[in-house]
């Protein structure tokens, strides 16, 4: 039995429960799908387990593993469910009635398959049966732990859609009973860019969190990293596997140097670079240097953006950062999937080579994008811009407005920091367009 600690303070033990089913809400639910073989109702499991320690905690104390406390009430109640179905069916079946509702152990598993439940939940929501924004949508809910609303910002998709999404996949997967498995030949390779998208999707939030008071999310950066190295084991002669492992292991070689002690966000050219994970470093470089020699065409979307993560990680000092070849790989980027948000990102390269006016001029023409109504990445990218202009006034209204549209408090006090009148200009080139290829 878990030892639980002395009787919380109920705001402190809500607050730590809260937390902690944000980290572990992903775990729990593909652990409890691995019981009951429909990710709706692991999910409401989940939220079971949830509504008894908010009911038991602050009277008992929150226990010393809260994780395995909530997964293990999660699985005993699927358990009980499973137990009433079978007794269900078995009664049924006294009658000569159909066992509708039977359980059923899973088959043997195929040799190629591996034992990791997250991969197993990954590849179950990305089931071709699901059309691919559906796939996205369900994934980050149940993967990334991301509230509806965060999922929506996510996808820069107006959150009833979003909702609609989620609920119309689940029915999907348990009406069509899809498997709970990482499928084999031909079934993975068809899934495998819905599944590269969403470890994508769900780096980018512990990247840079959509939404609360942490600008990090590490734990889902470390899920997302070992689904992307696990994946590689899988399949070593597809290069935007290896593309995205490198990328991740790029990226997340930063983490250490982009907040400050208490947690705010430190700027791309204020990183202490000495802090950036050599190891991480290397082995991105090695997965990049694998994903070219298994190559037998053009460099797809994630390989080319491990090559920009690539160049900054080249670079000892900010001065020293290869914007030329980072503006020429984001063109490269445009061309092969063509994106608002990869152009936002193109012009933050193009106006450490060409100058900020035309970067500017880049900017200007996606301020009428659907897909980046409410991002607010676009007026904190133009600001920087106006400001290294030297149009003060005109920046500080459009910090201003990128800080009314953010939903994570650190972000938000940065971006209002920088609205103030008189505000030191800081590194306006160090902020990146988005968490994603090269962003900070």
Same mark, same amino acid.
Request: proline residues 7%; hydrophobic residues 45%; charged residues 25%.
């Given at each position: 039995?878990?030892?639980?600690?002395?009787?919380?303070?109920?705001?402190? *033990?809500?607050?730590?429960?809260?937390?902690?089913?944000?980290?572990?809400?992903?775990?729990?639910?593909?652990?409890?799908?691995?019981?009951?073989?429909?990710?709706?109702?692991?999910?409401?499991?989940?939220?079971?387990?949830?509504?008894?320690?908010?009911?038991?905690?602050?009277?008992?104390?929150?226990?010393? %593993?809260?994780?395995?406390?909530?997964?293990?009430?999660?699985?005993?109640?699927?358990?009980?469910?499973?137990?009433?179905?079978?007794?269900?069916?078995?009664?049924?079946?006294?009658?000569?009635?159909?066992?509708?509702?039977?359980?059923?152990?899973?088959?043997?598993?195929?040799?190629?398959?591996?034992?990791?439940?997250?991969?197993?939940?990954?590849? !179950?929501?990305?089931?071709?049966?699901? %059309?691919?924004?559906?796939?996205?949508?369900?994934?980050?809910?149940?993967?990334?732990?991301?509230?509806?609303?965060?999922?929506?910002?996510? !996808?820069?998709?107006?959150?009833?859609?979003?909702?609609?999404?989620? @609920?119309?996949?689940?029915?999907?997967?348990?009406?069509?009973?899809?498997?709970?498995?990482?499928?084999?030949?031909?079934?993975?390779?068809?899934?495998?860019? %819905?599944?590269?998208?969403?470890?994508?999707?769900?780096?980018?939030?512990?990247?840079?969190?959509?939404?609360?008071?942490?600008?990090?999310?590490?734990?889902?950066?470390?899920?997302?990293?070992?689904?992307?190295? @696990?994946?590689?084991?899988? !399949?070593?002669?597809?290069?935007?596997?290896?593309?995205?492992?490198?990328?991740?292991?790029?990226?997340?070689?930063?983490?250490?140097?982009?907040?400050?002690?208490?947690?705010?966000?430190?700027?791309?050219?204020?990183?202490?670079?000495?802090?950036?994970?050599?190891?991480?470093?290397?082995?991105?470089?090695?997965?990049?240097?694998?994903?070219?020699?298994?190559?037998?065409?053009?460099?797809?979307?994630?390989?080319?953006?491990?090559?920009? *993560?690539?160049?900054?990680?080249?670079?000892?000092?900010?001065?020293?950062?290869?914007?030329?070849?980072?503006?020429?790989?984001?063109?490269?980027?445009?061309?092969?999937?063509?994106?608002?948000?990869?152009?936002?990102?193109?012009? @933050?390269?193009?106006? !450490? @080579?060409?100058?900020?006016?035309?970067?500017?001029?880049?900017?200007?023409?996606?301020?009428?994008?659907?897909?980046?109504?409410?991002?607010?990445?676009?007026?904190?990218?133009?600001?920087?811009?106006?400001?290294?202009?030297?149009? *003060?006034?005109?920046?500080?209204?459009?910090?201003?407005?990128?800080?009314?549209?953010?939903?994570?408090?650190?972000?938000?006090?940065?971006?209002?920091?920088?609205?103030?009148?008189?505000?030191?200009? %800081?590194?306006?080139?160090?902020?990146?367009?988005?968490?994603?290829?090269?962003?900070?």
């Amino acid at each position: 039995m878990t030892e639980h600690r002395a009787t919380a303070h109920p705001d402190a *033990a809500a607050r730590a429960i809260e937390t902690v089913f944000r980290i572990e809400a992903p775990r729990i639910i593909a652990a409890v799908t691995r019981v009951v073989r429909d990710v709706g109702i692991a999910e409401e499991l989940a939220q079971d387990a949830l509504v008894t320690a908010l009911e038991q905690w602050p009277r008992q104390g929150v226990p010393d %593993s809260p994780g395995g406390w909530l997964t293990a009430v999660a699985r005993r109640r699927a358990v009980d469910l499973v137990r009433r179905r079978e007794n269900y069916a078995r009664k049924l079946q006294e009658v000569g009635r159909a066992t509708e509702f039977a359980y059923e152990e899973p088959a043997v598993a195929d040799p190629d398959d591996i034992d990791d439940d997250l991969l197993r939940l990954v590849f !179950m929501s990305c089931h071709p049966v699901l %059309s691919a924004d559906a796939r996205v949508a369900l994934t980050l809910r149940l993967l990334g732990g991301l509230t509806t609303a965060e999922t929506a910002r996510a !996808m820069l998709t107006p959150e009833p859609t979003v909702a609609q999404r989620i @609920v119309r996949a689940k029915r999907t997967l348990a009406t069509r009973n899809v498997a709970f498995e990482v499928p084999a030949g031909p079934d993975r390779e068809a899934r495998l860019g %819905s599944v590269l998208e969403v470890i994508y999707l769900v780096f980018n939030e512990g990247y840079a969190a959509t939404a609360g008071d942490d600008y990090l999310r590490p734990g889902l950066c470390e899920d997302a990293l070992r689904l992307a190295r @696990v994946l590689q084991s899988l !399949m070593p002669k597809e290069p935007e596997v290896h593309g995205l492992a490198a990328l991740l292991e790029l990226q997340y070689s930063r983490v250490a140097a982009r907040t400050t002690a208490d947690g705010a966000p430190i700027l791309l050219r204020e990183q202490n670079r000495a802090r950036w994970n050599p190891l991480l470093i290397r082995r991105g470089f090695a997965a990049l240097t694998r994903a070219d020699a298994v190559a037998s065409g053009p460099p797809g979307p994630y390989v080319l953006q491990a090559a920009i *993560a690539a160049c900054h990680a080249r670079a000892h000092t900010y001065a020293d950062t290869n914007w030329r070849q980072i503006a020429t790989l984001y063109g490269l980027l445009a061309a092969r999937t063509p994106s608002p948000v990869v152009e936002l990102n193109r012009a @933050v390269a193009v106006s !450490m @080579v060409d100058g900020p006016a035309a970067a500017l001029t880049l900017v200007d023409a996606l301020t009428g994008e659907p897909a980046l109504r409410g991002y607010h990445l676009l007026p904190s990218v133009r600001g920087d811009l106006l400001e290294r202009l030297g149009r *003060a006034d005109e920046a500080r209204a459009e910090f201003a407005r990128a800080a009314s549209l953010v939903r994570n408090a650190r972000e938000r006090e940065l971006l209002t920091r920088r609205a103030q009148p008189g505000s030191a200009p %800081s590194a306006a080139e160090g902020l990146e367009a988005g968490p994603g290829p090269s962003g900070d």
